[in-house]
């Protein structure tokens, strides 16, 4: 196996036209590892998601943060409101404002995660509505 992700890091190395789009699209060779991490690793340790409901999911939430206008954290024109708004919002977060569910997993991939009401969640982002105005 690490033989075979050896070879291909060489071979990825040599595919400057991918180079330029990943660059392009993802803020930090973390985020690449991240996406390339989900087509290659089984299912994690207590998902109780399908392998590929949870690698659509965790995708679907990437790509969300990679392509929406409101993520590019990276713009050197965004407020510090909206930079602390991009660092707010996550996967639990989102699933409290449009989940339609009551209590919301800390971790939400994870099998057994501690829960918190999302009225909980709520109630820590509209502190933060001044942030809105702001954008």
Not at 52 to 63: G, H, I, P
Not at 70 to 98: C, G, Q
Request: proline letters at 6%; charged letters at 20%.
């Amino acid at each position: 196996m690490l033989r075979s992700l050896h070879t291909f890091y060489i071979y990825f190395s040599s595919l400057n036209q991918l180079i330029v789009v990943l660059k392009a699209y993802y803020e930090t060779p973390e985020d690449i590892d991240l996406l390339f991490s989900i087509f290659e690793n089984q299912i994690p340790p207590g998902s109780q998601l399908p392998n590929l409901v949870a690698q659509s999911t965790c995708l679907e939430f990437k790509r969300l943060k990679c392509s929406d206008r409101f993520f590019y954290s990276w713009n050197p024109h965004l407020s510090n409101a909206s930079r602390e708004l991009i660092d707010v919002i996550d996967m639990k977060t989102l699933l409290a404002l449009f989940g339609e569910i009551d209590q919301i997993p800390l971790v939400p991939f994870a099998t057994h995660s501690q829960t918190v009401p999302a009225s909980t969640l709520r109630k820590q982002l509209e502190r933060r509505k001044n942030l809105f105005c702001s954008l």
